[in-house]
Structures are given as structure tokens and as C-alpha cells.
């Protein structure tokens, strides 16, 4: 069954101190990972799509990287308005049309000024 | 503006009392979704549809129903059966099944 962990489940950064959250998945074979943001009491917000070993994307201070086994998100100086949950899901291949995702936990992200 | 709706933001159930969520979209998106989020969870799926007039279970059905009978409606059940439905639930909807999945702002379903 595909599994996906979120470390840390919370993390707590100054303005400016960057830092990575990782997300550990095991899939038969992915198709693509995905990343979201999250503020609270708000739905989830697309952030990235990584499909193979070694892509990067960037989004102003955020970057996704992606390994056969784990994904990184890294936060490059933090300012408060980067507090947020961030969520990672991953896509398997299947022999239907059908695409679904299986979530991790999120990491709980607080930027204090 | 495209995009999804929800509604209502907040609703409130008594016992053995079915209640409806609503969810639109019009990014004329074929698949729509409904997922339910506790907290310390992933988010968990409760049904899925890949085009109108057609739809599947998720991992956590049961209690539930859905109807597609519009490409940009699809309204959840949250029937009686549903001994714990206290939780936040978020729909999604996506231009085809394997596609980036866009999300509604949620409504939080609490009970009386």
C-alpha cells in the first residue's frame, strides 16, 4: 500500500532561518508528487508537481526537489507570511485512468518575526 | 473568476439528521472529489466521480452518498450512518482524473 510520511509534524523558524521539510513516500511506481499549502481553516493550495528522480521547481522562497524515496521542501528565509501547513501527496501509476492521491500528515509551519 | 465553491462554511447537524454539502466548480473540470480532513491526518477520500453520471468510493464511504448529475455540481450526503462525520471537509476538482487536483475552501461540519 502506498505510504507517505511528513517530518517534522511541526516547525518553528525565525524570519530568515531557512529550513527543509521532508516528505518519505513508498509507491509500486510514481507518477508524480505533489505539493500543497494549506493555511488554517482554508482548503489546501497547489504548490508543485515533481514526476522524476533529481526535478526541481521553485516558487519565490520555496523549492521542491524530488529522490526516488523522498521529497524536500525547502524554505529559503522565511517571513510570517510563509506560516502555513504544508502538505505532500503522491500519485501511483495504475493500470486504470484513475489517478489518486495518497496524503501525508503535513508539517506545521510558524515563521515568528 | 474561476474557480470552486463550497457552502455552506460552517453546518451544523443533529442526530439521525442527513445534511448536504454543497460544491461547484466552473473550471469545466471533468473530475470532482471529496475528501475529509481530521486533525494529525492525511487528507482521506470519500468519493470520487471522473465524469457526470458516474461515480466511485473512496477509502472512507461509508455514511456518505454523492450524486453527479452537472459537470460543475457535486453535492455530498453526510447521512445519519455516519456515526463520526465532525470534521473539515474539502472538495477538488481536476481537468482529468491524473491531473493537478484544485481545492475548495472547505466547510467544517460539527455536530449538535
Known amino acids: 500500500e502506498d505510504q507517505v510520511t511528513q517530518s517534522p509534524e511541526a516547525l518553528r523558524l525565525q524570519e530568515g532561518e531557512s529550513s527543509s521539510l521532508n516528505c518519505s513516500y513508498t509507491v509500486s511506481g510514481l507518477r508524480g508528487l505533489f505539493w500543497y499549502r494549506q493555511d488554517p481553516g482554508k482548503g489546501p493550495e497547489f504548490l508543485f508537481t515533481l514526476y522524476s528522480a533529481g526535478e526541481e521547481k521553485e516558487k519565490e522562497r520555496l523549492k521542491a526537489t524530488l529522490t526516488k524515496k523522498e521529497s524536500f521542501l525547502h524554505i529559503t528565509a522565511p517571513k510570517p507570511e510563509d506560516s502555513a501547513t504544508y502538505l505532500c501527496a503522491v500519485q501511483a501509476w495504475t493500470t486504470d485512468s484513475w489517478g489518486k492521491l495518497q496524503f501525508g500528515a503535513g508539517t506545521q509551519v510558524v515563521v515568528t518575526p | 473568476d474561476g474557480g470552486i465553491t463550497q457552502s455552506p462554511k460552517y453546518l451544523f447537524r443533529k442526530e439521525g439528521q442527513n445534511v448536504t454539502l454543497s460544491c461547484e466548480q466552473n473550471l469545466n473540470h471533468d473530475a470532482m472529489y471529496w475528501y475529509r480532513q481530521d486533525p494529525g491526518q492525511g487528507l482521506r477520500l470519500i468519493y470520487y466521480s471522473q465524469i457526470v453520471n458516474d461515480f466511485q468510493k473512496g477509502d472512507i464511504a461509508e455514511g456518505y452518498s454523492v450524486s453527479r448529475e452537472k459537470k460543475e455540481s457535486f453535492p455530498l450526503t453526510v447521512t445519519s450512518a455516519q456515526k463520526n462525520p465532525t470534521a473539515f471537509y474539502l472538495c477538488?476538482?481536476?481537468?482529468?482524473?491524473?491531473?493537478?487536483?484544485?481545492f475548495g475552501p472547505g466547510t467544517r461540519l460539527l455536530v449538535l
Open positions: 477538488a476538482s481536476s481537468i482529468s482524473p491524473r491531473e493537478t487536483q484544485y
